[in-house]
Antibody, heavy 119, light 108 residues
Framework: QVQLVQSGAEVKKPGASVKVSCKAS????????ISWVRQAPGQGLEWMGW????????NYAQKFQVRVTMTTDTSTSTAYMELRSLRSDDTAMYYC????????????WGQGTMVTVSS | EIVLTQSPGTLSLSPGETAALSCRAS???????LAWYQQKPGQAPRLLIY???SRATGIPDRFSGSASGTDFTLTISRLEPEDFAVYYC?????????FGQGTKVEIK
């Protein structure tokens, strides 16, 4: 079946970096893009950015422009999101979701990866 | 960016009743690119409605969406026990994509 499977929970210290993976299966990876959405504990959803699985071009939310890098590996149908210079307010569940940059609702979501930033 | 404001924050209803959730956009949403998601505790969001009024695959017909200008409504008829959750609206026609802050539908 169509699914996105994410890597496991991470605990990081302030100032460190984290890299989360999202492995796609059940569909042609290059036909879609992947967005990353985060959710702080008890809070709403926040879109971080998008990457094309076909060309690798990206579009980042301005808030994350400087600190985030999204990449893909088409040989393994995996997308990655790296967030640098972590702060305590980056503590959140990070989700990957399938869709184009715009004009696609997110029909498939990963199960989420909890990232905790704590000294 | 387009700001989506959902109301009410919490809706307390009994099973069998009808829920009406509102999502107001700060400006026009391109071609009604507005979706609704359901999220239960410990789970990822699930797509319910896209294009303001089209049900996603496998979504029961008690879920319906409508639009009037910049106002969007998700209606859940005949609430089932599994419908008690948090619901988010989401616009995906303009960058950056944005979400509403959510409406919690709780059992009265």
């Amino acid at each position: 079946q169509v699914q996105l499977v994410q890597s496991g929970a991470e605990v990081k210290k302030p100032g460190a970096s984290v890299k989360v993976s999202c492995k796609a299966s059940g569909y042609r990876f290059s036909n879609y893009g992947i967005s990353w959405v985060r959710q702080a504990p008890g809070q709403g959803l926040e879109w971080m950015g998008w990457i094309s699985a076909y060309r690798g071009n990206t579009n980042y939310a301005q808030k994350f422009q400087v600190r985030v890098t999204m990449t893909t590996d088409t040989s393994t149908s995996t997308a990655y999101m790296e967030l640098r210079s972590l702060r305590s307010d980056d503590t959140a569940m990070y989700y990957c979701a399938r869709g184009q940059w715009l004009y696609d609702a997110f029909d498939i979501w990963g199960q989420g990866t909890m990232v905790t930033v704590s000294s | 960016e387009i700001v989506l404001t959902q109301s009410p924050g919490t809706l307390s209803l009994s099973p069998g009743e009808t829920a009406a959730l509102s999502c107001r956009a700060s400006q026009s949403v391109t071609s009604s690119y507005l979706a609704w998601y359901q999220q239960k505790p410990g789970q990822a969001p699930r797509l319910l409605i896209y294009g303001a009024s089209s049900r996603a695959t496998g979504i029961p017909d008690r879920f319906s969406g409508s639009a009037s200008g910049t106002d969007f409504t998700l209606t859940i008829s005949r609430l089932e026990p599994e419908d008690f959750a948090v619901y988010y609206c989401h616009q995906y026609g303009s960058s950056p994509r944005t979400f509403g802050q959510g409406t919690k539908v709780e059992i009265k």
